[in-house]
């Protein structure tokens, strides 16, 4: 069994491969980790998304 961010991304891979048209990709806080949002960046999709406030966390995205 995958873990949610891993299968997240291979949708998202097979997604692309699949010719399937979108820019962007939306989800909520869940998955808003800097990690996940530059593997969705490398995919070359752009993320729309709540990110968590907190102070452990910092993120800068151009």
């Known amino acids: 069994m995958e873990k949610g961010t891993s299968a997240m991304l291979s949708l ?6 699949a010719v399937i048209p979108t820019e962007y990709v ?19 999709y752009d993320v729309i998304g709540m990110v968590k406030k907190t ?8």
Request: hydrophobic fraction near 50%; avoid cysteine; charge should be positive.
């Open 55 to 62: 102070p452990k966390m910092f993120l800068w995205i151009n």
């Open 12 to 17: 998202l891979e097979a997604a692309k491969k």
């Open 26 to 44: 939306l989800f909520d806080s869940w998955f808003s980790s800097p990690g996940t949002l530059h593997a969705v960046k490398e995919i070359g």
